[in-house]
């Protein structure tokens, strides 16, 4: 198991003791749409090839449950990411990809309510998706080589933290980092590549199926709720 996922699951287990002195009865459930940015890197080590791209990141969680007693909560999430880049390898061909993949996933985490008006939330999220890939070699002048795109199904491992404001009752806004425990090896006749989707910040727009009266904010009140 991956260090950082092992050090996230530790800080999830210390996170389970209840820090609020009364359980989050009324905001038990939510969903969300989220849109972000995200990074992967394209690699053929034969070739010394090594390129980070930047993409794009789109979330729908359809529903997310929460204990009201426990504050752990469970979620249903479909995550789109689509990358592009090129590169030279060290005898000064280019290399072009495209990479997209759609994955469900299951999540678990724990809601730190702040204040009454804020949610702090570390999760981990494990699930199964599929990947599509295509890369270009440019040999020389006019020279393409195309390679037959990719697809194929993986499973992905992903966690993060969201930080969501209760703007109204039922409309809230948040943001949301990611990181992936996910690298796929792509077979092609100049070598072995792989792909390694690593991170993505996104905005959130929430909906929260129970009406949550907005109080006032008391100035004297921790905001870690201790």
């Known amino acids: 198991m991956p260090l950082k996922i092992l050090l996230l699951l530790l800080f999830l287990l210390l996170l389970l003791t209840p820090f ?52 752990l909560f469970i979620g249903w999430h479909l995550i789109t990411q689509d990358y592009s880049g090129s590169g030279r390898d060290k005898n000064g061909i280019l290399h072009a990809f495209e990479y997209s993949n759609q994955s469900a996933l299951f999540s678990l985490g724990y809601d730190w309510y702040l204040a009454e008006f804020a949610h702090l939330q570390p999760f981990i999220a494990y699930g199964a998706g599929i990947n599509k890939t295509s890369a270009t070699d440019y040999g020389g002048y006019d020279t393409i080589a195309p390679f037959t795109d990719n697809t194929k199904t993986s499973d992905i491992t992903m966690y993060g933290v969201n930080l969501i404001f209760e703007l109204t009752g039922k409309i809230w806004l948040g943001y949301g980092i990611n990181y992936f425990a996910d690298s796929q090896p792509i077979e092609f006749d100049v070598g072995d590549a792989s792909i390694e989707t690593q991170s993505s910040q996104a905005l959130l727009l929430v909906w929260n199926w129970e009406r949550v009266p907005i109080e006032t904010i008391d100035p004297n009140a921790s905001f870690f709720g201790f």
């Open 20 to 71: 609020s002195s009364k359980a989050q009865e009324p905001d038990n459930a939510m969903s969300w749409i989220a849109s972000g940015t995200a990074k992967a890197n394209y690699s053929i080590d034969n070739l010394g090839l090594s390129i980070t791209a930047e993409g794009t990141y789109q979330e729908i969680n359809f529903y997310q449950a929460r204990s009201p007693y426990t504050d």
